[in-house]
C-alpha cells in the first residue's frame, strides 16, 4: 500500500509499505476513505518534536472496516467509521470516568494514540472502545471532510470549550486560528456562547471564523491583542478562553485577556510554556484541559454533522492525493493552508 513516512525534518515522502495486519485480538483494520495533516505532525515535520526516522505518520482518518480481531464485538466488517485518535478501551476506570486519554489498558499496552493513519489502510487498536460507527454505511462524498475532523481537531476544540466552562450567553475567547481554534468557535457556538472573539491575522481564517460563529476579530497580538479584547469587553476579559496553539505567547495572551473568575481551555500541546500561578491565584483564573478525549464528543459530533447543523470540515483547504500529500506539510507549515487532506 502506499503511505507516508518520516525521513527526517522537512523530509516526509510517500512510499510502499507493508499492509497493516491484526495484531490483537481487539484490533480493526480500516481501508482509509479521508486522511489529513495535523498542526502537531508539524513540530516534528519542523524537528521540534523528536520522531523516528522511517516511521510512518499521520493519527486522523475515516474509513470502512475491512477486518477485525477475534475479541472485537461492536465493530463489524463493513461498518464506515471515524477513527478517533486515541487509542482507549472504553471500559478501564479511567474511561468509565471520560479520562481516555489516560486508559489503563492501552497504556499497559504501550499505545496512545493511532499511528500511521496517512495511508490507504491502518490498524486501530481497541476496536470496540476507540472506534464510532457512521449511521448509515459509507456517506456521500460531500460528508468526507466533516466527519475527518471529527478525529481530532473538532473533538479537540470542543474539548477546549469544555475544559473552559463555556456556558450559554457567554462572552468567549479563541487564541489561535489554526484548525483547532476554528473548531473551537463551532463548539462554542454550540455551547452557546453569545459573543466569540477571535484571535486571527489572517483573512482566510478570519472569514472561516465568522461563518463558524465568531462576533469579533482581533487581528493584533501580545499587548495590542490584549488591549483589544479588553476594549471589547469593557475592561474585564473574557468568561471564556480557549488556548489552542501551545506556545508561550499564546498562553500569555490567553491569561492576559480572562477575566477574574474564568477559566482557560488549553489544548495547544505546549512547548516552553510557563503557568503564571500567582495571577491565578489573584484573580481565580483556572487552568483546564490537555490531550483531548475526542471518541467521548465523538458520537454527538457525528449526529451534528449528519443533522448538517455544523460543517467543522470548512477548515480544510488544501485537498491532495496520497502521494501529493507531504506537500500538504509544507503548505501548512507556510502558512499557505489551514488542513490539508487527501482520499487515498
Known amino acids: ?191 452557546g456562547a453569545k459573543r466569540i472573539i477571535m484571535l486571527s491575522r489572517h483573512v482566510d481564517r478570519q472569514n472561516i471564523a465568522r461563518a463558524f460563529g465568531a462576533t469579533d476579530i482581533v487581528s493584533e497580538r501580545g499587548d495590542e491583542a490584549t488591549a483589544s479584547v479588553r476594549e471589547l469587553t469593557h475592561g474585564l476579559g473574557a468568561d471564556a478562553v480557549l488556548e489552542c496553539v501551545g506556545t508561550a505567547q499564546s498562553m500569555s495572551t490567553a491569561f492576559d485577556i480572562a477575566r477574574p473568575g474564568a477559566t482557560i481551555g488549553f489544548v495547544g500541546l505546549p512547548h516552553d510554556v510557563d503557568v503564571p500561578v500567582g495571577r491565578m491565584f489573584r484573580h481565580n483564573i483556572g487552568l483546564a484541559g490537555g490531550v483531548a478525549p475526542t471518541r467521548k464528543y465523538t458520537p454527538q459530533l457525528v449526529a451534528a454533522v449528519l443533522s448538517g447543523s455544523i460543517t467543522p470540515g470548512d477548515v480544510f483547504d488544501l485537498k491532495l492525493s496520497l502521494e501529493e500529500l507531504p506537500q500538504g506539510y509544507v503548505e501548512m507549515n507556510e502558512r499557505r493552508a489551514i488542513k490539508a487532506w487527501a482520499t487515498p
Open 1 to 191: 500500500m502506499r503511505a507516508l513516512r518520516f525521513n527526517a525534518p522537512f523530509d516526509v515522502t510517500c512510499v510502499e509499505a507493508d499492509e497493516p495486519v491484526v495484531r490483537d485480538s481487539r484490533d480493526a483494520i480500516i481501508d482509509v476513505a479521508a486522511t489529513c495533516v495535523c498542526g502537531s505532525d508539524l513540530w516534528a515535520f519542523r524537528g521540534e518534536n523528536e520522531r523516528k526516522p522511517g516511521s510512518l505518520t499521520g493519527h486522523e482518518c475515516v474509513g470502512e472496516v475491512v477486518q477485525v480481531g477475534a475479541d472485537v464485538r461492536d465493530i463489524r466488517v463493513g461498518d464506515f467509521v471515524v477513527v478517533p485518535f486515541l487509542a482507549s478501551c472504553g471500559s478501564c476506570v479511567l474511561c468509565r470516568a471520560g479520562q481516555l486519554q489516560s486508559c489503563v489498558v492501552a497504556a499497559e499496552a504501550g499505545v496512545f494514540s493511532t499511528q500511521a493513519a496517512q495511508a490507504q489502510r491502518v490498524r486501530a487498536p481497541f476496536a470496540d472502545g476507540s472506534l464510532v460507527v457512521v449511521p448509515g454505511g459509507r456517506p456521500a462524498e460531500a460528508l468526507l471532510p466533516h466527519l475527518l475532523a471529527l478525529s481530532d481537531v473538532m473533538g479537540t476544540g470542543y474539548h477546549a470549550a469544555v475544559s473552559a466552562r463555556v456556558q450559554p450567553g457567554d462572552t468567549v475567547a479563541v487564541v489561535g486560528d489554526g484548525a483547532v481554534g476554528l473548531c473551537g468557535v463551532v463548539a462554542s457556538t454550540m455551547l
